[in-house]
């Protein structure tokens, strides 16, 4: 959450700024704010609202090379033109931008105040230029050392100095930054995304490490000043990726993707002689394999949902105990790490913090980690013990998709990969093989029926309340389907398992409020179909998405049918639809599909 944009060099630094901060605006877009260094000392603007908001209310001549700039996710208090990044001290000769949460901000600003300064924001972040200032060290990096001695919480923050004009000095502490390196010019992002037009060569800063970025080059050092000389390595990216394109929206065009994505996280990784998975990055070999009695899934949001889904497949192919949990939840209440369980953590960007806490909680404590991960060098995928890396291809809309089908596949391989050293036969590991690998020709099926499934997204749309439900496998699916929907539509949209219906959400159930049904063609047929009769039977406007040849009946219901792949992966394309229903919601209501009110798109703050 929010997006931090540096820059310097000999080119004017505003206008590389404002397109930093454009391309990192789905991280937070609720005001937005740049400073720059120049002949004239320290200039801000800032601005609440979009970034362009902020690009038509700087002057003509806005002038200075060495800058650094912010678009925001408002924590401290409400977006205005006051709270938006950048932040200065009292004689504008300091300005901090910064991602994260100080948890000891109130006793600051009350320190402060009692000092005689007069704070201009509701912000932690201010303080921090305070701090900066108010510091006797000589040097910036000392100054932005002695303010962090006295702050508690988590922090990416890039910090300039009117009496150190050459410079930027960043620091991470929980929340990611990334350095660049260019031709006789520096830049410093919160996320590749500001980065990949002007260069790929990068450097990961660590927790803990601070860095000085000038225009011929960049030094890392600890929080003492010691030196830890990280180096920058050069990523493999398609500039052209984080792109649009000819699509309405950065939504659309990855919906469009998920076949080639598909292709993508199985390319390699499917052993057909052996009839299994082979996923070397996980370092695991098949004694450790066979040593494993638990699997425990962490992720949040989306990721939590299809970490649902991969649990139930862990267990139906692989015998192993398993479950999925929220990330944000499983640190707080003092797990027991079991040696013989694995960890599984999941996230698109490998920022998300509750998932990174949790990770960092599990080795505290000794036990084994993975990860199943979309971007490569992130702060998850650093620290866990091994992992999948999903190929998915940048992802920027909020709303996640190729990244979730992407993750259920992951899984799916995983569980093969482990069903396989145990119990699964050579017969099963072939059907589920031929599975996999029809699923991104049977995405490429589902997605020429968008004109059918946007009819029915409009008639959606117009209800204020929406129940998903399903049925074991299809339960998840309807979890995620639920949350598609709420998030771009805006439509309060819950999810129940069917069978719970009778246990009280039937009492909400009258013509105004549609349901859409998960009925996969498994043992569940007859109970799920019975269990629908009851919400037609009050009134209740009913959407079912199912497999051609499911017999429902005389069910009254608009019907959509995927096409039919193994029991076990059926998941990845009963979710397709409801993407599809949710963007056309939002579509037909007039919403920004990208960039949902209240949210952003990676969660670098608890």
Known sequence: MCGIVGYVGAQQAAPILLEGLTRLEHRGYDSAG??????????????????????????????????????????????????????????????????????????????????????????????????????????????????????????????????????????????????GVGER??????????????????????????????????????????????????????????????????????????????????????DERFATAHLGGLGLDARETRGISRVKVLGCGSAYYVGQMGAALVEELARIPADAEAASEFRYRDPVIEPDTLYVAVTQSGETVDTLLAVQEIRRKGGRVVGLVNVVGSAVARECDGGVYLHAGPEVAV?????????????????????????????????????????????????????????????????????????VRGFPVAREGAQKFKEISYRHAEAYQTSELKHGPLALIEPSVPTVAIVPDDE???????????????????????????DLGDLEATRIDVPRSERELDPVLLTIPLQLLAYHAALHLGHDIDKPRNLAKSVTVE
Do not use: C
């Open 399 to 471: 709303a996640s998709t190729k990244a979730l089908t992407t993750m259920f596949l992951g899984f799916a391989l995983l569980a093969l990969q482990l069903g396989r050293v145990r119990d699964l036969s050579i017969a099963d590991g072939r059907r589920l093989i031929a599975g996999l690998q029809r699923v991104p020709g049977q995405i490429r099926e589902i997605l020429a029926h968008e004109d059918e499934y946007a009819g029915i997204a409009r008639q959606l749309a117009e209800a204020e309340s929406l129940f998903f439900v399903g049925r």
């Open 185 to 270: 010019e520096m830049f410093v992002a919160s996320d590749l995304a500001a980065l990949v037009r002007h260069t790929t060569t990068v450097a990961h800063l660590e927790d803990g490490e601070l860095a000085t970025v000038t225009a011929t080059g960049f030094t890392t050092m600890r929080r003492d000043l010691t030196a830890t000389h990280r180096e920058a390595a050069t990523l493999d990216l398609d500039p052209g990726a984080f792109e649009a394109g000819e699509h309405a929206s950065y939504m659309r065009k990855e919906i469009a993707e998920q076949p080639e994505s598909a292709e993508r996280v199985l390319r390699g990784r499917i």
């Open 524 to 550: 569940l047929v007859e109970r799920n179909v019975g269990a629908l009769h009851e919400i037609v039977a009050r009134g209740g406007p009913l959407v079912v998405v199912t497999h051609a040849g499911v």
């Open 34 to 179: 740049v400073a720059v260094l120049g002949g004239s000392g320290l200039r801000v603007r800032k601005a609440a609202g979009r970034v362009r908001d902020l690009a038509e209310a700087l002057p003509r001549r806005f002038s200075g090379k060495v800058g650094i700039g912010h678009t925001r996710w408002a924590t401290h208090g409400p977006a205005t033109d006051a709270n938006a990044h950048p932040h200065t001290d009292a004689d504008d000769r300091v300005a901090v931008v910064h991602n994260g949460i100080l948890d000891n901000a109130a006793a600051l600003r009350a320190a402060l105040t009692d000092a005689g300064v007069e704070l201009a924001s509701d912000t932690d972040t201010e303080v921090l230029a305070h701090l900066v200032a108010r510091s006797d060290a000589d040097t910036l990096e000392g100054k932005v050392r002695d303010a962090l001695a006295a702050v508690e919480g988590t922090y990416g923050l890039a910090v300039v100095h009117v009496d150190f004009p050459d410079r930027i000095v960043v620091a991470r502490h929980g929340s990611p930054l990334i350095v």
